[in-house]
C-alpha cells in the first residue's frame, strides 16, 4: 500500500467520515477492542505530534487517515484528555468487524492508487 502524497495532511478525513470513525472507535472502546496513545490535555494539531505513525502505519501496511480533533477522540475513546493515537484491533469474530472492514476499505480509498 502506497501513500500517493507527501502532504503531512494527508489523508484527512472529511466531516462525515469523521463521524463514523468516531462513531466506530467509540463502539470498539466499548468493547475494549481499542488502543490509544500519547494522552494530551490540549487540542492541537495531532499532525505535528504524531510524524513519525504514518511512516510506521506505511512500513506495515496498515491504512491511517487524520481526524481533525484529538479532543473528539479522546472522547471516542473513553477517556477525558485527548487521544493523539487509536487503533481498533477486532478479529473477524468481532462483532463489529463487517463496519471495521467497511471503514478500512474507506480509508484505503483515500490513499489513491
Known amino acids: ?4 502524497s507527501q502532504d503531512p495532511n494527508f ?3 472529511d466531516e462525515a467520515l469523521t463521524q463514523e470513525i468516531l462513531d466506530l472507535v467509540k463502539q470498539a472502546s466499548d468493547l475494549k477492542l481499542v488502543k490509544k496513545g500519547q494522552h ?3 487540542d492541537t494539531d495531532p499532525i505535528a505530534m504524531a510524524g513519525g505513525i504514518p511512516n510506521y502505519c506505511v512500513g506495515e501496511d496498515v491504512p ?3 481526524v481533525p480533533s484529538k479532543a473528539d477522540l479522546g472522547i471516542a475513546c473513553g477517556i477525558k484528555k485527548g487521544a493523539m493515537a ?4 477486532s478479529s473477524d469474530s468481532s462483532p ?3 463496519q471495521v472492514r467497511q ?3 474507506k480509508i484505503e480509498q483515500r490513499w489513491g492508487p
Open 103 to 105: 471503514l478500512r476499505q
Open 40 to 42: 494530551e490535555a490540549t
Open 11 to 13: 489523508p484527512r478525513a
Open 64 to 66: 491511517y487517515i487524520w
Open 86 to 89: 487509536a487503533s481498533i484491533n
Open 96 to 98: 463489529i468487524a463487517p
Open 1 to 4: 500500500m502506497a501513500v500517493s
